[in-house]
């Protein structure tokens, strides 16, 4: 969902300028960094579960405000633009990056049960392009309404998935 809400973000933040080829292209990287990251995971196996739990909720949160404080800081006109491109191949990858950092975690869980691991990471990301897409084209529909405020609004949609991950690993932990 998070890559689903970053989606939207991105939409929101390009308006209707929005292309379907920009949708597919988000929606392959999210789609392969979600599929990617498990299988990792599973590679990783039991061996390294409890250094990678320790930390891979600060690494996406960290991405995450980074970037999404970037968007709010440039939403007032502060620093350099960059270009206004949500859908550049380095701000692609990193935001597919920063969503997936906790699929490794997933990818831990099925080496330690039995699921085929083909099988679940082709579900996973393909369920993750399948939702991305169309929510590119949702965003674009919000910015259009919301033009005067949309990188304002995807920054703070991005700082708010980053701290949902954050809270949601820390009060699990607890």
Same mark, same amino acid.
């Given at each position: 969902m998070d890559?689903?809400?970053?989606?939207?973000?991105?939409? !929101?933040? &390009?308006?209707? #300028? %929005?292309?379907?080829?920009? %949708?597919? &292209?988000? %929606? @392959?990287?999210?789609? /392969?960094?979600?599929?990617?990251?498990?299988? !990792? @995971?599973? @590679?990783?196996g039991a061996l390294f579960r409890d250094a990678i739990e320790a930390y891979d909720h600060w690494v996406a949160f960290a991405l995450l405000a980074f970037v999404g404080g970037h968007m709010v800081f440039e939403s007032f006109g502060g620093g350099e633009k960059l270009e206004g491109d949500p859908f550049g191949t380095r701000r692609l990858l990193l935001l597919g990056f920063a969503t997936s950092v906790d699929a490794l975690a997933v990818g831990l869980t099925l080496s330690l049960i039995d699921l085929p691991l083909a099988l679940s990471v082709a579900v996973i990301g393909l369920v993750t392009f399948a939702l991305c897409l169309p929510a590119v084209h949702m965003g674009a529909r919000l910015g259009t &309404? /919301?033009?005067? #405020?949309?990188? +304002?609004?995807?920054? +703070?949609? /991005? !700082?708010? !998935?980053?701290?949902h991950i954050l809270y949601e690993h820390l009060s699990g932990a607890a």
């Open positions: 890559a689903v809400a970053v989606s939207v973000s991105a939409g !929101i933040a &390009r308006g209707s #300028r %929005a292309t379907w080829g920009e %949708a597919l &292209r988000m %929606a @392959g990287v999210f789609g /392969l960094f979600q599929a990617v990251m498990p299988a !990792i @995971g599973f @590679g990783a &309404r /919301l033009a005067s #405020r949309a990188e +304002l609004i995807g920054g +703070l949609v /991005l !700082i708010a !998935i980053g701290g």
